[in-house]
């Protein structure tokens, strides 16, 4: 049973622009959701992070969107640049316990310069 | 390390074969994560320690796999009579074991089974 479901699955957009990646989940249990962000070769490396207390996280260009009735939840990149380019996964788990991660199945994104 | 590290990066074996897949959390971390990943899909969970206890092993897809980490620091993913069904990504993640802790990732070994 896919938990989380992540759109789209790939996504090109120009430099300097919006990037936006959508993810929902079903468990209402889970109260953690992170982005992470995957190069080729390398293990997921962790963007950012919300709770469900706040609708919306921002660091530096990276925003995280909340919406907890929906349970949907949007990564947006501002200004994006080509060292953007990468495979992005959402993710979901609970706070307690073994926070074993619920992931996405990812986003290929392309900043064309 | 600075890093999660995990050995050997590929692996390349026979149908059949037993292997053993090695993870060397950072240092100081107490709870330990198994992940498969498929090609074009995000990581799968397959078992969690919380210092050399076993915690939940509720993603272990049968009885083939088994995991360890006697002392509480490496852990050992290992894979009986391998079949081609578990050719994946294999990746460990550690973190520091308290809540809302980051789960840091390596870089994975990659298993073929021929």
């Known amino acids: 049973q896919q938990q989380v479901k992540q759109s789209p699955q790939s996504l090109i957009v120009q430099k300097g622009g919006i990037s936006i990646i959508n993810c929902a989940y079903e468990?209402?249990?889970?109260?953690?959701f992170p982005w992470y962000q995957q190069f080729p070769g390398k293990g997921p490396a962790l963007l950012i992070a919300?709770?469900?207390?706040?609708s919306e996280k921002k660091e530096g260009r990276f925003t995280i969107s909340f919406n907890k009735s929906a349970k949907q939840f949007s990564l947006h990149i501002m200004d994006s640049q080509p060292g953007d380019s990468a495979t992005y996964f959402c993710a979901a788990s609970r706070v307690q316990g073994a926070q074993k991660l619920v992931f996405g199945q990812g986003t290929r994104l392309t900043i064309n310069p | 390390g600075a890093g999660v590290s995990q050995s050997p990066r590929y692996k390349v074996t026979k149908r059949g074969q037993d292997v053993a897949l090695r993870c060397d959390p950072i240092s100081g971390h107490v709870s330990l994560y198994w992940y498969r990943q498929a090609l074009g899909q995000g990581p799968e969970f397959l078992t969690y320690?919380?210092?050399?206890?076993?915690?939940?092993k509720s993603g272990l897809p049968n009885d083939r796999f088994s995991a360890e980490r006697p002392e509480g620091s490496i852990s050992t993913l290992t894979i009986q009579r391998t079949e081609q069904r578990d050719s994946a990504m294999y990746r460990c993640a550690s973190s520091e074991g308290y809540s809302n802790q980051p789960q840091h990732f390596g870089d994975g070994t990659r298993l073929s089974i021929l």
């Open positions: 320690f919380n210092y050399e206890a076993q915690q939940d």
């Open positions: 468990n209402t249990a889970f109260d953690y």
């Open positions: 919300i709770r469900p207390d706040v």
